[in-house]
């Protein structure tokens, strides 16, 4: 065991030598690539923006913190790791920190955060939901001819006594039932939501404002809806046809689908027995639920195996062939599913511990905000790079955090960041895509 005083830490020998450590380093931090962080900042103008959209009651006379300095102060740490308020306490005498968000002396403390998250209101999140979708549109150089938008939903763990904490039985706990929306790899909406709802609840609202705030940026652009079954409602679908707007999304499984495909999987079946081989057919036919005006286009997958058969539905009112809808553009629906896992798991996105509602959506935002400045990171700086698909996790363990000492003085800040750090080579590749940028 290591023997502690005032002054040294006594670590034992090596050799002739005495291993010894104190807490005389000076200005050091783990998080050199926080550099990196504020160039990608400086260059989206992503915590100005979101300070933009939220009214501030504070008396300016009174202001220590600009609401700009509190929120790129909280989503650098949340890009580095540090998901709780009270982390705050050490990060805000943290000098690469403070040079980062642009203060040369010490940050926001953990109460102050706290008043910031508890003065949220509902207007608030449209707002920086507008900041999600302005930056979205920023990113292109020109208007893309078609964008795909996935919808999903899942859980926020509750583990307190949070305002309209319900129980889900689906989970199995009380839960929040956010809904995102997704293109590619970028985030358009994060709506909290309380668990006793239907899933598909507000998705035909949040997809109509959303196409309609694309549209005004885009008036050429085709928009297609992507979603599982659980999203198959009449008012999403028939929005969608009244607006010019492509849709496939899953259907769930019922009697009359099974019928209506059960001549051609007993065909898939006497092939399996006679074969051995995996059998696997995609096709297409015209069904109308009760609840639909008419009917629609399905198409369906049907697989016959040695587990039986399996078969799958979507409906849609886009064109081609059937293969080509469903494998290549179906299919692809499960990588919103790993955006969304990126989101609450590396950008703390189920950090959802404020006993008010609305400061749990504010949360939730400002985990949607640290998530686009890491993608933008990822896409703007790391293309063709061994971390050009990496997660969020991933770049932040092998990116962000390096070991670094500071020298602080009145002409300029020397950062020193560790001279064998396996991707330095990457890390200054990095650096010089995003100064090539510009702010």
């Known amino acids: ?58 008396d300016p006379e009174r202001i220590k913190h600009s609401l700009r300095d509190l929120l790129a102060q909280r989503l650098y740490g949340l890009c580095c790791g540090y998901e709780d308020l009270n982390d705050h306490k050490a990060l805000r005498a943290d000098v690469l920190m403070q040079t980062a968000v642009g203060r040369a002396e010490a940050l926001a403390s953990a109460p102050t955060f706290s008043r910031l998250e508890n003065r949220a209101t509902r207007a608030q999140a449209w707002a920086l939901h507008e900041v999600l979708a302005a930056q979205f549109i920023a990113s292109f150089d020109k208007p893309p001819a078609e964008l795909v938008l996935d919808i999903d939903a899942s859980d926020v763990p509750l583990h307190g006594q949070q305002e309209l904490s319900q129980f889900h039985a689906y989970y199995d706990h009380h839960c929040y039932l956010p809904l995102y929306v997704f293109c590619g790899q970028a985030m358009l909406a994060c709506v909290l939501r309380p668990s006793k709802i239907d899933g598909a609840r507000h998705a035909a609202a949040v997809i109509k404002l959303l196409i309609t705030r694309l549209r005004r940026a885009w008036p050429a652009t085709r928009f297609v809806v992507r979603a599982d079954s659980g999203f198959c409602r009449r008012r999403l679908l028939q929005w969608c046809e009244r607006s010019d707007v492509g849709y496939i999304i899953g259907l769930a499984r019922n009697a009359r689908l099974h019928a209506a495909v059960e001549v051609a999987e007993a065909a898939l079946a006497d092939a399996y027995k006679a074969s051995g081989s995996k059998q696997r057919l995609i096709g297409e036919f015209s069904y109308a639920a009760k609840s639909w005006p008419r009917q629609r286009r399905v198409i369906t997958r049907l697989e016959y195996g040695n587990q039986g058969t399996n078969p799958r539905f979507v409906v849609t009112n886009l064109r081609g062939e059937p293969e080509a809808l469903y494998d290549g553009l179906y299919c692809q629906r499960g990588e919103a599913e790993n955006r969304i896992k990126e989101a609450q798991l ?79 080579e990457l890390f200054a590749t990095a650096a010089s895509r995003l100064a090539a940028l510009g702010p």
């Open 346 to 424: 590396d950008l703390f996105g189920t950090r959802a511990s404020c006993s008010r509602f609305v400061a749990n959506q504010f949360r939730l935002l400002l985990a949607a905000l640290a998530y686009t400045l890491m993608q933008r990171l990822r896409s703007l700086a790391l293309q063709s790079t061994e971390l050009e698909r990496a997660s969020a996790a991933t770049i932040r363990v092998r990116l962000l955090k390096i070991g670094a000492a500071i020298l602080r003085n009145t002409r300029r800040v020397r950062v020193m960041l560790a001279s064998h750090h396996p991707l330095r």
């Open 1 to 58: 065991m290591p023997k502690c005083t005032d002054a040294r830490i006594d670590f034992g020998r090596f050799g002739r030598r005495v291993i010894e450590a104190d807490f005389s380093g000076g200005d050091l931090s783990s998080d050199g690539g926080l550099l990196l962080l504020r160039q990608v900042d400086a260059h989206l103008g992503l915590s100005r923006a979101a300070a933009g959209a939220i009214p501030d009651p504070r």
